[in-house]
């Protein structure tokens, strides 16, 4: 779709799919700040249990965004957009992506570990990612935790990359996705 005053935007799926995770996002980092340091014999219980729901939750719409982006071609960028500043946007999206479909994925494997029972949107049993008691599995968990820093720093890039567009190039890129 192409307004007269820009480049095309993407669709309304791709738009709603992108700001479902944003939310996501924003809400699993809320309760992975303020849930309790996780020990051996705890429970999925309060905190932990809505992080590993909400993990889920954004494992079932990245794969779903995965999906769509695959089968769907994404609006025309400006043309004053520079070739090296696709090449890292184009970068910087698929390590998003990437992330974003990892990082539930080594929760999940984490709380398999742990014998915890993994849910999809809380509801639907998950079947285990690797044993109960797992070493591997366990420490699949410390990955975890640094693979989520490093995917806020790549949403802090994205972010940047955004504004930069937005204030500085003001090409009407941000307004695609709006």
Do not use: C, K
């Not at 996002?25 to 992080?51: E, K």
């Not at 993990?55 to 695959?70: C, E, K, N, P």
């Amino acid at each position: 779709m192409r307004d007269s005053a820009g480049p095309a935007r993407y669709s309304m799926v791709a738009r709603v799919l992108h700001w479902s995770v944003v939310a996501l996002i924003v809400i699993q980092f809320a309760i992975a700040w303020t849930m309790p340091d996780i020990h051996g014999g705890m429970r999925p219980v309060g905190l932990i249990g809505w992080h590993l729901s909400f993990g889920t939750a954004i494992l079932a719409v990245m794969l779903v965004r995965l999906v769509w982006r695959l089968s769907h071609r994404e609006p025309v960028a400006p043309e004053t957009i520079s070739a090296p500043l696709r090449r890292i946007s184009r970068g910087t999206h698929a390590l998003l992506y990437a992330l974003l479909v990892a990082l539930p994925l080594l929760g999940w494997a984490n709380a398999s570990a742990r014998g915890w029972p993994v849910r999809l949107f809380g509801a639907i049993p998950l079947p285990p990612l690797s044993a109960t008691g797992s070493p591997l599995g366990l420490w699949l968990g410390d990955v975890h935790g640094t693979v989520a820093i490093v995917l806020l720093a790549v949403i802090a890039l994205h972010v940047a990359g955004a504004l930069y567009h937005l204030l500085i190039l003001r090409d009407r890129t941000v307004q695609r996705m709006l």
